[in-house]
């Protein structure tokens, strides 16, 4: 059985599943009762200075039958003392010695304020800290979170201040609400983080009451933009920690956050580039029992693979994620039909005639309606295949070389020297 147990940046944890900072963290209650149920570490709900919360706070998007593809929240940062949550984490870090505990923090911009809260709350046993520069909404309006998060001086200044008091390993939580994560990750590394977690939460609106023309959610009549989270969010924080791993300048662990809800989302993370995986919105749905799953899952996975660590997956598909440019531009891949599959839904056809390339032609043999695809005419977009409702009844298959590989950058070179060799005969 491989072995699950993680290293990340110093912290030890027994396996790379941790829940998020948000309300499944908000207490010790809930933070025992996930160890017990086999995460393997916990990033505290933000401790602060305790706020006041609105209700209501959550909505959900629902999308084709899927309940809560995506989750909007506008709760902010721990409204309980600090004093309790310290206590709590003091009591929970005592019976859990072996699991993680990270203290996720966020103050005002200054110095004193994170050399004050560092020493505090390190006195009690925590194993990390995240700093938390991504909630996109009411602490962003009081200049922190993402407000601090998308200017990479403060990124880097605060990193610093906390860093100089912090004796245990220091991680920065990036905002998703910025045009290039890599340059908020650069700063926060210049600031000596130990390791960046992303994404947070996406500026988002769950929707609008077509009756009452109210925002959802709505406060009193009111509404604000909100963290967008969940299984809709996925792809994106997918190719920020991507981004963030094939970064020369970006050596440090990552933890991936963003709609991970089983162990194949999980292992999709690890494969681009994280060591540990936080989860929040897929816990808040189905409980903290899903970990038995991930664990299990990712497991046989690993020893299907012939692995015997997880940490021997961590990044192994970030030397195969690139640029555009730097794809071969002579590689073809065309649909393939299967009529013995097919049920003649004709979606295939609609979309590739309406939407596509129009090389999915309708016929008829022995009166049976049948489709085929043009290959001379297909550019191999997988619209077809996408779209089609029938498991197996289109494939799409490589094609042979009929031209040497070539990229985007490799022919601007060659175009490049092909002129200046002109214009050096020309003289």
């Known amino acids: 059985m491989a072995d699950l147990r993680?290293?990340?940046a110093g912290i030890k944890s027994p396996n790379p599943f941790w829940l998020a900072s948000a309300p499944p963290t908000n207490s010790g209650y809930q933070v025992q009762r996930a160890f017990e149920a086999g995460w393997g570490g916990a990033v505290w709900k933000t401790l602060g200075d305790p706020i006041l919360n609105v209700s209501s706070r959550f909505a959900a998007v629902s999308f084709n039958g899927q309940k809560v593809a995506g989750f909007n929240n506008i709760e902010l940062i721990t409204d309980r003392?600090?004093?309790?949550?310290?206590?709590e984490i003091y009591e929970t870090k005592k019976r859990f010695p072996n699991h993680a505990i990270i203290a996720s923090l966020m103050v005002e911009p200054k110095a004193e304020k994170w050399h004050e809260i560092v020493k505090k709350v390190q006195d009690v046993g925590v194993d990390g800290f995240e700093l938390n520069f991504g909630c996109p909404h009411g602490m962003a309006e009081r200049g922190m979170g993402a407000a601090s998060g998308q200017v990479p001086e403060l990124v880097e200044k605060q990193t610093?201040?906390?860093?100089?008091y912090a004796e245990v390993p220091v991680i920065v939580k990036l905002t998703p609400n910025i045009t290039d994560?890599?340059?908020t990750a650069e700063a926060a590394i210049r600031g000596g983080a130990d390791a960046i977690s992303?994404?947070?939460t996406i500026n988002s609106l769950a929707g609008v009451d077509l009756n009452s023309w109210n925002t959802i959610p709505h406060v009193g009549n009111k509404g604000a933009h909100g963290g967008y989270c969940g299984p809709a969010v996925k792809p994106i924080a997918l190719n920020m920690v991507g981004e963030c791993a094939r970064n020369p300048y970006i050596n440090v662990p990552i933890s991936g956050i963003g709609g991970i809800s089983n162990w194949q989302?999980?292992?999709e993370f690890i494969l681009m580039g994280s060591t540990s995986v936080q989860v929040c919105t897929a816990a808040m749905h189905h409980g903290f029992s899903i970990v038995e799953d991930m664990i299990d899952g990712l497991s046989n996975y690993l020893d299907e693979k012939g692995l015997t660590s997880v940490m021997d997956l961590v990044g192994k598909t970030v030397p195969k994620y690139s640029d555009w440019g730097d794809l071969d531009l002579n590689y073809k891949v065309v649909a393939e039909i299967n009529n013995d599959i097919c049920i003649n839904c004709n979606k295939c056809h609609i979309a590739c005639e309406d939407t596509s390339h129009q090389c999915i032609d309708l016929y008829s043999e022995n009166g049976r309606p049948m489709l085929k695809v043009r290959e001379e005419d297909c550019v191999g977009c997988n619209l077809c295949s996408i779209v089609c409702p029938a498991e197996g009844a289109i494939t799409m298959k490589e094609l042979p070389h009929t031209q040497p590989p070539m990229t985007w950058n490799e022919r601007q070179s060659l175009i490049a020297g092909f002129a200046t060799n002109s214009s050096s005969t020309v003289r």
């Open 198 to 200: 992303m994404i947070n």
């Open 6 to 8: 993680i290293n990340f």
């Open 265 to 267: 989302d999980a292992a």
């Open 181 to 183: 994560i890599t340059v």
């Open 81 to 87: 003392p600090l004093e309790v949550n310290l206590k």
């Open 160 to 164: 610093y201040w906390a860093k100089e």
